[in-house]
């Protein structure tokens, strides 16, 4: 019943900027923190930013000041602005919510950031 659809991914030189999208079903978004997550390849998927109902936000150091999270809790929707974008900023970015002590995700955008 519960669905998340990421979209926005892209290949982007460094210093480029990127914006992610988020769609998730009403049950799932209206009341719950909103997060995005990233994974490269070989690492451990790590919070890059979470967003609360009320729209307060919290930035992993390493894209504080880079990236901005933004929600629409009437259509349901999630954005991450990403600027001034680095190599290391490279992986599968995914959106998350938690609902019912489940965790859902979408299938991830990727994002590819060259030097």
């Known amino acids: 019943q519960v669905q998340v659809v990421e979209s926005g991914g892209g290949l982007v030189q460094a210093g480029g900027s990127l914006r992610l999208f988020c769609a998730a079903s009403?049950?799932?978004?209206?009341?719950?923190?909103m997060n995005w997550y990233r994974q490269a390849p070989g690492k451990e998927r790590e919070l890059v930013a979470s967003?609360?109902?009320?729209?307060?936000?919290n930035y992993a150091d390493s894209v504080k000041g880079r990236f901005t999270i933004s929600r629409d809790n009437a259509r349901n929707t999630m954005h991450l602005q990403m600027n001034s974008l680095k190599p290391e900023d490279t992986a599968v970015y995914y959106c998350?919510?938690?609902?019912?002590?489940?965790?859902?995700w979408g299938q991830g955008t990727q994002v590819t950031v060259s030097s």
């Open positions: 998350n919510g938690e609902l019912a002590y489940r965790n859902y």
């Open positions: 009403k049950s799932l978004f209206n009341f719950n923190t």
């Open positions: 967003i609360t109902r009320n729209g307060r936000t």
